[in-house]
């Protein structure tokens, strides 16, 4: 079975940045793409950005962009996402996913870790 566990969440003043980790464990499984999500209060789960396997290509949303980066360490099995200049708005519930088929989409994800940006 496999299992994300996100860490590196946490209180953060606005401009700050945070660094969100995620390690993928458990059984035998292919990983194609990892990506990260996330969740504010009362609204619905919005798509972050993502890191293809392959060849490391990345990709981040238009209102992240220029601010929150995806990386990953394949040996670990280990995605981050590491933030930067935070807004209020970057207040959520981050989670990270992963993709173990060659068609797009997510099979697994992981429990979730808060952050949350003081103004």
């Known amino acids: 079975q496999v299992q994300l566990a996100e860490s590196g969440g946490g209180l953060v003043q606005a401009g700050g940045s945070r660094r969100l980790s995620c390690a993928a464990s458990?059984?035998?499984?292919?990983?194609?793409?990892m990506g990260w999500f996330r969740q504010a209060p009362g609204k619905e789960r919005e798509f972050v950005g993502r890191?293809?396997?392959?060849?490391?290509?990345?990709y981040v949303v238009s209102s992240v962009k220029g601010r929150f980066t995806v990386s990953r360490d394949n040996a670990k099995n280990m995605v981050y996402l590491q933030m930067s200049s935070l807004k209020p708005e970057d207040t959520a519930v981050y989670y990270c996913a992963l993709g173990s088929r060659s068609t797009s989409g997510y099979d697994y994800w992981g429990q979730g870790t808060q952050v949350t940006v003081s103004s």
């Open positions: 458990g059984g035998t499984f292919s990983i194609y793409r």
């Open positions: 890191i293809a396997w392959s060849d490391s290509s990345t």
